[in-house]
């Protein structure tokens, strides 16, 4: 049986905690992490109904979206809603982990599910998730001294591209210098100008790394004063997680497509909500699970039909429909939610196999209840 520390292990290998926003709280928030976990449920948010489903069930792990603590508490007794939920979970012997928005913006995460679901191929994020940021380092080195001064870069880190190591890249041409009084030169006469076959080797290089490249460089480096450039690359944008989804469907109606959104996500009492003509054709579409007001200005502009997301109020959506954005599909903020939990299940059975049981809750936690 796995422990509570493989399993958590697992989990944020494939939701990083350090992906979350700053100011979210994600990880493990109750449970040891030598216990033993024979079984997992899944579910969107920690109340107390879904604290005791668990515990019934005999989980040995809840794992959930929403954070149970996102602000600072001074009390968990059980004299609160947040304590009762905790002191449930505690008292059955059940741990507590949160993937918030670590979850949002990962590959097999919340809004990649919700998309998947919706039917949307050709995924890319709406925000796509800065990479590691890279410099390229560029030298000028007589032919003689190339070997040495490549192999120190890449010793030091330079030159590794995904699953390659020793990346560079050398062209001849002519150097020309001339040394000065007080110079000694390795080549060449002070005050006589001097022409030199050399290379010039460039290498990527992560920016942490840097200064360390640079110095192994000009240590291996033949010439007293060497000519070098370090050169910050921009962001290509082509990391496969970042925030929010777009993706293509079929083209077809607004009417059809919210009737495919509704089919798609569980029942609650919100429904599905939609600002937009009803004829209007729609191919692309956008989907952010959870609030996802703050990506309109971005989606505005775009050659997106329709955007699918939660909580969206009256100003911003009346203004953005007015001024000819896509049309906007609001669905309760649980269902778009709820859609990656049997996600994240099935990745922890492909992992874990038998080794653990799972469940995905499937009560429904979005507050509202019912509707006139
Ligand atoms: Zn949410």
């Known amino acids: 049986m796995p422990s509570l520390a493989d399993v958590v292990d697992l989990l944020h290998s494939w939701y990083p905690p350090g992906t979350a926003d700053s100011w979210d709280a994600v990880g493990l928030v109750a449970g040891d992490p030598a216990a033993d976990v024979g079984r997992v449920m899944f579910a969107v948010d920690p109340t ?152 010039r080797v460039e290498a990527v290089v992560p920016r942490s790394r840097r200064t360390a490249v640079v110095r192994a460089m000009l240590a291996a480096h033949p010439y007293e004063e060497p000519a070098f450039d370090v050169v910050p690359l921009a962001d290509p944008g082509l990391a496969g997680t970042g925030t929010g989804r777009i993706g293509t469907v079929e083209e077809t109606t607004l009417e059809a497509f919210a009737a495919r959104v509704a089919a798609a996500l569980p029942a609650t009492a919100h429904g599905v909500r939609v600002a937009g003509d009803p004829s209007r054709p729609v191919r692309r579409v956008a989907v952010c699970g959870g609030a996802g007001d703050f990506l309109l200005d971005e989606l505005a502009g775009s050659d997106v039909d329709a955007y699918v997301t939660s909580d969206l109020r009256h100003h911003r959506a009346g203004e953005f429909v007015e001024h000819g954005g896509p049309a906007l599909v609001d669905v309760a903020h649980w269902a778009a939610e709820w859609t990656w939990l049997p996600v994240v299940e099935a990745r922890l059975r492909g992992e874990l196999g038998d080794r653990v049981g799972t469940r995905v809750s499937t009560r429904c936690t979005d507050p509202w209840t019912f509707r006139h």
């Open 48 to 199: 107390l109904d879904v604290a005791r489903e668990a515990v019934e069930w005999g989980a040995d792990l809840l794992v959930v979206h929403h954070p149970l603590f996102l602000t600072p508490v001074s009390s968990v007794a059980a004299t609160t809603p947040k304590g009762r939920t905790l002191h449930t979970l505690t008292a059955g012997g059940c741990a507590l982990l949160t993937a918030h928005t670590n979850a949002d913006q990962a590959v097999s995460g919340v809004s990649e599910s919700l998309a998947l679901a919706l039917g949307l191929t050709d995924l890319a994020p709406i925000r796509p998730a800065p990479s590691a940021p890279l410099d390229k380092v560029v030298v000028f080195v007589p032919l003689t001294g190339a070997d040495a001064v490549r192999a120190a870069m890449t010793e030091a880190g330079a030159g590794r591209l995904g699953d390659y190591d020793s990346c560079t890249w050398t062209t001849t041409g002519e150097g020309r210098f001339r040394p000065l009084d007080g110079a000694s030169p390795a080549i060449g006469a002070v005050g006589e100008l001097e022409v030199v076959d050399e290379a």
